[in-house]
């Protein structure tokens, strides 16, 4: 494996039963590189093989590798051997990460699932608890992290992993901002919605309505609006809360709308402004006009449009 870039390397073994996949499919979220069963001695040719062109970032990923008594030719302190070798002949950073339970629970959750214990297919999953125990208890002692739990819900499980293996950057929710015309369809992805027609419309000045809110004379008229200022900013402050939140959570992807009427003027103003707020406070969103290059139509503009003509009763 010479001339490899060393890589930090997460081991996840465990009990059968003990939240092995809830663990892995976390880190998979969270942004690792995950395998699962992976004969060990095919490692050294996993982190050989290139990869493929334009997708040169995803070597900076850490690697999450899913060990456990099912995978084939399973030998707990050769395992531990063969990931020294790993660690101290090519300088990956490799950490194990053990997954315990009680054996009580363990029984439990295979009755409560009806599931067989993977190595007790035709006898009671006690036996099989107690052989996997047997011969995983070399990886147990020689694990750096251990998780036990017992008393852990799975949502409980997922915190912990994030919480122990989060990185900068790595887990965090990839940010939509997005602007769109109520007139053309509400957005159905949008974990956030705000409705922007209670500013001052543009359109209903000749010479702003051929322009959208992405020119400064828009913009200029829309923040004349008296409740401009202190509505926008209320929305910027409430998003620097909540993003960190929606990560904390594990959400991978965020979609926060900005509706007016025709999608052209008053949202993308505001989903502009937003997103530098957003961008300088650290977070890093793009920004999709949905409707903007929409033609403007004073038929649309008509319904429940600010400063402008109403609908006839």
Same mark, same amino acid.
Not at 16 to 30: C, P, V
Not at 120 to 148: F, H, N, Y
Not at 196 to 220: I, S
């Given at each position: 494996?010479?001339?490899?870039?060393?890589?930090?390397?997460?081991?996840?073994?465990?009990?059968?039963?003990?939240?092995?996949?809830?663990?892995?499919?976390?880190?998979?979220?969270?942004?690792?590189?995950?395998?699962?069963?992976?004969?060990?001695?095919?490692?050294?040719?996993?982190?050989?093989?290139?990869?493929?062109?334009?997708?040169?970032?995803?070597?900076?990923?850490?690697?999450?590798?899913?060990?456990?008594?099912?995978?084939?030719?399973?030998?707990?302190?050769?395992?531990?051997?063969?990931?020294?070798?790993?660690?101290?002949?090519?300088?990956?950073?490799?950490?194990?990460?053990?997954?315990?339970?009680?054996?009580?629970?363990?029984?439990?959750?295979?009755?409560?699932?009806?599931?067989?214990?993977?190595?007790?297919?035709?006898?009671?999953?006690?036996?099989?608890?107690?052989?996997?125990?047997?011969?995983?208890?070399?990886?147990?002692?020689?694990?750096?992290?251990?998780?036990?739990?017992?008393?852990?819900?799975?949502?409980?499980?997922?915190?912990?992993?994030?919480?122990?293996?989060?990185?900068?950057?790595?887990?965090?929710?990839?940010?939509?901002?997005?602007?769109?015309?109520?007139?053309?369809?509400?957005?159905?992805?949008?974990?956030?919605?705000?409705?922007?027609?209670?500013?001052?419309? %543009?359109?209903? #000045? *000749? +010479?702003?309505?051929?322009?959208?809110?992405?020119? &400064?004379?828009?913009?200029?008229?829309? =923040? $004349?609006? %008296?409740?401009? #200022? *202190? +509505?926008?900013?209320?929305?910027?402050?409430?998003? &620097?809360?909540?993003?960190?939140?929606? =990560? $904390?959570?594990?959400?991978?992807?965020?979609?926060?709308?900005?509706?007016?009427?025709?999608?052209?003027?008053?949202?993308?103003?505001? =989903? $502009?402004?937003?997103?530098?707020?957003?961008?300088?406070?650290?977070?890093?969103?793009?920004?999709?006009?949905?409707?903007?290059?929409? =033609?403007?139509?004073?038929?649309?503009?008509?319904?429940?449009?600010?400063?402008?003509?109403?609908?006839?009763?």
């Amino acid at each position: 494996m010479s001339g490899v870039n060393a890589k930090t390397i997460l081991l996840v073994s465990g009990l059968s039963g003990a939240g092995k996949t809830t663990a892995l499919k976390t880190l998979e979220d969270m942004g690792w590189e995950v395998v699962d069963n992976l004969p060990l001695v095919l490692l050294d040719r996993l982190l050989g093989t290139p990869l493929p062109a334009g997708h040169d970032d995803a070597d900076d990923r850490p690697l999450a590798l899913g060990i456990d008594a099912r995978t084939r030719g399973f030998d707990a302190n050769a395992i531990v051997q063969r990931i020294k070798t790993l660690r101290e002949t090519h300088g990956h950073d490799i950490e194990t990460l053990f997954l315990d339970c009680s054996g009580t629970e363990l029984e439990r959750r295979f009755a409560e699932t009806r599931r067989r214990h993977p190595l007790a297919a035709d006898r009671p999953a006690v036996d099989g608890i107690a052989r996997e125990r047997e011969m995983v208890e070399p990886l147990r002692r020689w694990a750096s992290q251990v998780i036990d739990t017992t008393n852990t819900t799975t949502n409980g499980l997922q915190q912990e992993i994030r919480n122990r293996f989060s990185r900068d950057g790595l887990s965090d929710p990839v940010l939509t901002i997005l602007s769109f015309g109520f007139s053309r369809g509400v957005p159905r992805n949008a974990d956030l919605m705000f409705d922007m027609r209670f500013l001052r419309n %543009p359109h209903w #000045e *000749e +010479a702003l309505r051929p322009k959208t809110g992405q020119d &400064a004379e828009v913009a200029a008229y829309i =923040a $004349e609006d %008296p409740a401009y #200022e *202190e +509505a926008v900013g209320q929305i910027e402050r409430l998003l &620097a809360t909540l993003l960190p939140r929606y =990560a $904390e959570s594990g959400k991978t992807y965020v979609t926060i709308a900005f509706g007016c009427t025709g999608g052209r003027h008053r949202s993308v103003h505001v =989903a $502009e402004r937003v997103a530098r707020y957003l961008q300088d406070a650290g977070f890093s969103p793009t920004v999709s006009h949905r409707n903007m290059e929409s =033609a403007p139509q004073d038929a649309l503009e008509k319904r429940g449009s600010s400063g402008g003509p109403k609908a006839q009763s």
